[in-house]
């Protein structure tokens, strides 16, 4: 089974965005080793919009890495495809699902809350890697939305950083 | 100066208590030193709905300690005073400000959102102590709404439990 990490960071009061999907507020974070984290993933997974926004980074920051990008648009939007490892998809929950069985590194659930919950609620999602910034936003686009049932939660470890940010790591409770 | 001091436990999304307001979705926490910080506290400020709630658990747990309760009801519910050190208010911003100029131990904001709110907008909170219970609830009653502007923190120092819970300790961010 591989390994399906929600790696992300959030507001202290759980937004990933602001109301205009602007990130500024988030700090840097030079001492968070996610070079380490990218090298063990092979594959990434995220909504349409968070695609766009990547994209809107510049350079593609990952190359060669196989890409789910969802969306209920239908036909895909090809045309957005930059690359061949680019997947357009509107099943997170059965790719994801097909995925696990298979082998290969870390899956990547890189955002936004319309695949996480999804995902989620399936309970598909193996660790959380929650990284949190020093900082009360009061409103935003939230990372978790539309969850059906409470979520119990195992916290594995905790890591303080210079900034301030604190990374925690939840794995799904084990009943 | 007396330090003004928000302790609270939420869920990992935000919640203070699940729609009805219940919170049997808590973890119980022995370890946590909850004495020590209550035997420096001096002063509570607590909502209306919050004081309601503590009475329905039973016991009064803050005999001797000045509480104040906050309500909007005028004429205030006199026949709810059970002692002479419960004072109502509708002005918590109010009596922060006087309270924080006087001597004494800590003042603790117990909650809900509604003085939350107000004392965090004008800067009156020093620190925040919040234990983020491991659990995603989905919907519920948020530790914070009706935030103005984005509230900058710094982090003071994080406690791991070994129920899960993990407390974390910010202050104010001076500019």
């Known amino acids: 089974m591989r ?14 965005a602001d109301e205009n999907g602007n990130v500024d507020w988030l700090l840097d974070e030079d001492e968070y080793d996610f070079d380490s984290f990218l090298a063990k993933t092979d594959t990434l997974l995220m909504g349409h919009k968070t695609y766009r926004q990547v994209l809107g980074f510049g350079k593609w920051p990952y190359e ?28 997170p929950v059965g790719v994801t699902e097909n995925l696990i069985l298979g082998t290969g590194g870390f899956i990547w659930v ?24 020093p900082i009360i936003l ?17 916290l594995k470890s ?4 210079e900034s301030g940010i604190i ?4 794995h799904l409770h084990k009943k």
């Open 3 to 16: 390994e399906v990490i929600l790696l992300i960071t959030c507001s202290l009061d759980g937004y990933i």
């Open 64 to 91: 060669g890495k196989e890409c789910y990008v969802f969306t209920t648009r239908s036909p895909y939007p090809e045309d957005e495809k930059i690359n061949d490892r680019i997947i357009f998809s509107n099943d």
């Open 110 to 133: 890189v955002g936004g809350s319309s695949i996480i919950s999804p995902l989620l609620n399936k309970g598909l999602i193996s660790e959380l890697r929650i990284a949190i910034q």
């Open 138 to 154: 009061g409103k935003g686009i939230p990372l978790f939305r539309d969850i059906r049932k409470d979520i119990r939660l195992d």
């Open 158 to 161: 905790s890591q303080e950083y």
């Open 167 to 170: 990374e925690l790591v939840y």
